[in-house]
């Protein structure tokens, strides 16, 4: 033992010797070079589906929440017009990140990057979701609240996606100080029946589409499913919000023990940053809309807290007033 703990501790100090002999204006002994990935901003892959072509006839909204934060929760809120389940950085009051409310009103975004950034200010689209949670019924509700803050101009350029108990399903390409609404309803906006958003928007410049290859892996995985009458939630779960497929890797079936030289990972690693389950993906949800005559308090949100593939989705009911502990602990989530 003291063979090995002697050179240990000859190694320590001259480590401390040169780290107080080094002069101040030096560079580092160590230099780790800082991540400029672009994979590393905080990104969302989204879709907003019409009730006329999934399998039940309700619509659906999903988000993947892709950001550095692990810390993630579900929360319920009585602080409005209309208590509401939402998606949290844990322990925050302020932000909802993707969530419902009692009346059957859903929204979620993801960040539009291929706006121009005009407004300044603290980020606005989490405050925005939740005085939507709070105060909306329909599409058209959320569509006022935007009018207003087209004067006042929003921080961050967002996609949001909104679904109501009314068979509204839409998604609303936000700028600074405009709008465009996308009916996920009308064809001449959403030719097979849903809309799918990663970091940009349509309407803004089309040469910095962040997330290009996730909205059109997700795109083809709804348009598939919906062609064989199996757009589900169950679907989604399984096979889009958890999908690791990369443009130029498919590693299904599992396990993936394929080496390839140009990955330049370990053998059976798969580099998911520009995969719709990235490597700061924190967690998804899915809400399951309600036909017209039900009631909307029957809309249920299937929350996923944590990484998709290692973990389940937990339904929800606005109408219970809580969510259970598993996803709402005192300082975080149990399974995020």
Not at 49 to 69: A, Q, V
Not at 101 to 113: K, Q, R, W
Not at 205 to 224: C, F, K
Request: negative net charge.
């Amino acid at each position: 033992m003291m063979k090995i703990f002697a050179p240990l501790c000859v190694l320590l100090l001259l480590i401390l010797l040169l780290a107080i002999l080094q002069p101040e204006d030096s560079e580092p002994l160590l230099q780790v070079p800082a991540r400029t990935d672009i994979s590393d901003r905080n990104e969302c892959t989204t879709a907003i589906i019409s009730g006329e072509i999934t399998g039940d006839g309700r619509p659906i909204l999903w988000k993947n929440r892709d950001m550095n934060n692990p810390h993630q929760e579900m929360a319920y809120f009585d602080d409005g017009e209309y208590p509401y389940i939402t998606n949290i950085n844990a322990g925050d009051s302020i932000d909802a990140w993707g969530g419902v409310n009692s009346v059957g009103f859903a929204i979620e975004n993801s960040t539009a990057l291929n706006f121009p950034d005009t407004v300044a200010g603290r980020d606005d689209d989490g405050m925005i979701m939740k005085l939507a949670l709070q105060t909306c019924r329909t599409v058209a509700d959320f569509m006022v609240i935007l009018d207003s803050t087209d004067i006042t101009g929003r921080t961050t350029p967002s996609n949001f996606g909104v679904i109501d108990a009314e068979g509204g399903a839409a998604i609303f390409e936000a700028g600074p100080n405009d709008f465009t609404f996308l009916d996920a309803n009308n064809p001449d906006d959403a030719l097979d029946g849903f809309l799918v958003r990663a970091n940009y928007s349509y309407r803004a410049a089309q040469n910095d589409l962040i997330g290009e290859w996730r909205h059109d892996r997700a795109y083809q995985l709804i348009l598939d499913a919906a062609a064989g009458d199996s757009l589900t939630v169950e679907f989604l779960h399984r096979y889009v919000m958890a999908d690791i497929t990369l443009e130029n890797v498919d590693p299904y079936p599992l396990p993936f023990d394929v080496p390839d030289d140009d990955l330049d990972m370990p053998l059976g690693f798969i580099p998911t940053n520009e995969a719709i389950n990235r490597r700061t993906t924190r967690g998804a949800l899915i809400v399951l809309g309600v036909l017209e005559d039900e009631n909307p308090l029957l809309t249920t949100i299937y929350a996923t807290v944590g990484e998709p593939i290692f973990s389940v989705p937990v339904p929800l009911w606005v109408h219970s007033a809580s969510v259970p502990e598993e996803v709402d602990g005192d300082s975080t989530s149990i399974i995020s």
